[in-house]
């Protein structure tokens, strides 16, 4: 089972997008469940999640080391058990860390008989207000790109090309080795490429980067 | 295994750095204490909502697994809760808000103070005077209080207070105040209940969400945080706090407001994150015992010999640097985080963490 997570800060349009992203994956014959998590409301309507044969539950509370973790493992674990979807999306809060999110996820497979894969994290950027967000949750944006296998440079029909041009500058500084894409979830614009990228690419797993620096720290070699 | 110092003097000796029979230990184990009570089936909705339950199972669980100390800590939706957020509360679950009392900026303005012995709150104080006052003789006691933003951001939403602490600033620094004056009252409620120390979640301060001067402004010493802190002093507590962020601000938490004891986390694939012997070596623990770092999910997911080895490995760790240092006690091994109170946690982990460290954690420079 594959974990597609979808990063980003409050209003990036995540929701936008992963409806689309799932709406696209489901017309491709895939069977997707929507994991979102944060605190007091499932944004993704009821009739979309009826109308397109999908599975959305919320995962919230706590913090992702000690609470979370456990609740969101048993929460994909459930998903498989009942619906086993073959790609389920993560709507992480803006302020999870990527990583833990991934840890918590692996943790399921004590509780199914199935493997997690994760898709490459998708980082969403707005860009019609990233000189905002620059300026007031700055290290939290700087956190989720650092995180990102992909930037989705987000909203570029409303935005001017200096916006686009500084989110991809700000982007890159952070995180140089992340892919840049760009697009808009609410036209559609780039989300075909982008899940395509979920089903076709993967992101390494926490537990083999885990060990992998342990063992680093401990020779000093790595891996 | 007869140990040649008591749990208080053992402490004792370490706040002071003295020399210890062996590093103190401190699994941060509370809510998953109540499996320690009867036959273990407390529900976690029975032992947070009744003072008894929660002070029972926290004596019990000190007797059980042989802690050094004891911490009343509950989990963080308790002050939002109690200001008219709403709180899910499954039987077993770690309650948490499902929805928040702020819902707008407007709702930053209009929060009211609840009297802090109704409620959860009432709840903590109550029970953290039965367990100090049964545990006095045989560990530290603490008791355990969320910081003003963190009871903040639960009564919001994360996400929206740090966009508002920009776009709303004057309404989240009322609503800041608001929780800073209930937060005083709870430090004297807590002060009656004589504990040893106080302990404060002070969880933002983390430079992966705010840099210094965010959090001077929005928490800080010299804003919310540092009254609360010298009035803890003031009511005859200790001060503690505990901060289990990827990259916790220590400048400001250790060196600045100067609490007795820190307990943190580790976090190995974050670059920046502080080892222990990081923060040993950086000097942070030659006037503060540090506790951490063992994963909290280790309790849950590993071996009791997986277990046993990362407990050997950080001792070793630790007594490696604190002599480097010309420390001699003023680390405690404990777990980064509270261990995950859930029925899947094992309880044998917790007791080989503790008797690992009875075996391994002598310090001889």
């Known amino acids: 089972m594959k974990i597609a997570q979808v990063a980003g800060f409050l209003g990036s349009g995540k929701t936008t997008f992963l409806i689309e992203l799932a709406k696209i994956l489901v017309d491709r014959g895939h069977r997707i469940a929507i994991i979102v998590n944060d605190v007091g409301e499932i944004n993704v309507d009821a009739k979309f999640i009826e109308m397109y044969g999908l599975k959305a539950k919320e995962i919230s509370g706590g913090c992702i080391c000690c609470q979370v973790a456990g609740n969101f493992a048993n929460t994909i674990a459930i998903l498989y058990n009942t619906f086993k979807p073959d790609i389920v999306i993560v709507e992480p809060s803006g302020v999870a860390i990527p990583w833990g999110l991934k840890r918590a996820a692996e943790y399921s497979e004590e509780e199914m008989d199935d493997v ?54 700000f982007s890159k500084a952070i995180n140089p080795n992340a892919e840049i894409m760009f697009g808009s979830g609410r036209n559609n614009q780039g989300v075909k490429e982008a899940a395509t990228l979920i089903e076709t690419r993967t992101s390494p797993r926490y537990d083999e ?7 680093k720290r401990d020779y000093g070699g790595g891996a | 295994m007869t140990e040649k110092m008591t749990h208080i003097e053992r402490v004792l000796a370490s706040l002071g750095d003295q020399p210890v029979d062996r590093l103190t230990v401190y699994p941060i184990a509370c809510g998953v204490s109540r499996r320690t009570i009867g036959d273990g089936t407390m529900l976690y909705k029975d032992w947070c909502s009744d003072p008894k339950n929660y002070a029972q199972g926290l004596i019990s669980g000190q007797k059980y697994f ?3 100390l004891t911490v009343g800590l509950m989990d963080l939706s308790v002050i939002a809760g109690d200001f008219g957020s709403h709180v899910r509360m499954d039987e077993q679950n770690t309650p948490f808000v499902d929805d928040p009392v702020i819902k707008g900026p407007e709702d930053y303005e209009k929060l009211q103070a609840p009297d802090i012995n109704k409620g959860r709150s009432g709840v903590i104080l109550e ?41 709303n600033r004057s309404a ?38 705010l840099g210094d001067n965010e959090y001077d402004e929005f928490e800080g010493q010299y804003k919310y945080a540092g009254g609360l802190n010298e009035l803890v002093g003031k009511e005859g507590m200790a001060l503690a ?22 307990t943190m986390a580790y976090y190995p694939l974050i670059p920046g994150s502080p080892s222990a012997s990081e923060v040993i070596g950086k000097g942070y623990a030659d006037n503060c015992v540090v506790c951490g770092n063992i994963d909290p999910q280790g309790y849950v997911r590993w071996s009791q010999e997986k277990m046993q080895k990362t407990t050997m490995n950080l001792c070793q760790e630790v007594k490696t640097a604190l002599c480097a240092r010309g420390l001699k006690s003023k680390y405690c091994i404990a777990s980064g985080c509270e261990v995950p109170p859930s029925v899947t946690t094992r309880l044998e982990n917790i007791k080989t963490m503790v008797d690992t460290v009875k075996q391994y954690g002598q310090v001889t420079c």
């Open chain 2, 241 to 262: 706090i505990h901060n289990c962020a990827d990259l916790p601000h220590l400048d400001t938490q250790i060196k600045a407001m100067k609490p007795a004891a820190y």
């Open chain 2, 66 to 68: 042989d802690l050094d």
């Open chain 1, 209 to 215: 980067s885990y060990e992998k620096e342990m063992l």
């Open chain 2, 127 to 167: 029970g953290t005077k039965i367990f100090a006052d049964a545990l006095k003789n045989e560990t530290i006691t603490s008791g355990f209080l969320e910081g003003p933003l963190l009871a903040l951001t639960q009564s919001a939403s994360a996400e929206k207070v740090f966009m508002d602490m920009y776009n």
């Open chain 1, 116 to 169: 997690i894969v994760h898709a490459p994290v998708i980082t969403l950027v707005d860009s019609l207000r990233i000189e905002e967000l620059m300026q007031s949750v700055r290290r939290l944006v700087e956190t989720q790109i650092r995180e990102a296998d992909v930037v989705f440079i987000n909203k570029v029909d409303s935005a001017t090309k200096e916006k686009i041009d500084l989110s991809v500058q």
């Open chain 2, 172 to 209: 989240v620094h009322k609503a800041l105040g608001t929780f800073t004056e209930y937060l005083r009252d709870m430090v004297k409620g807590m002060g009656q209940s004589k504990p040893a120390a106080c302990m404060w979640d002070y969880l933002w301060a983390s430079y992966s969400c």
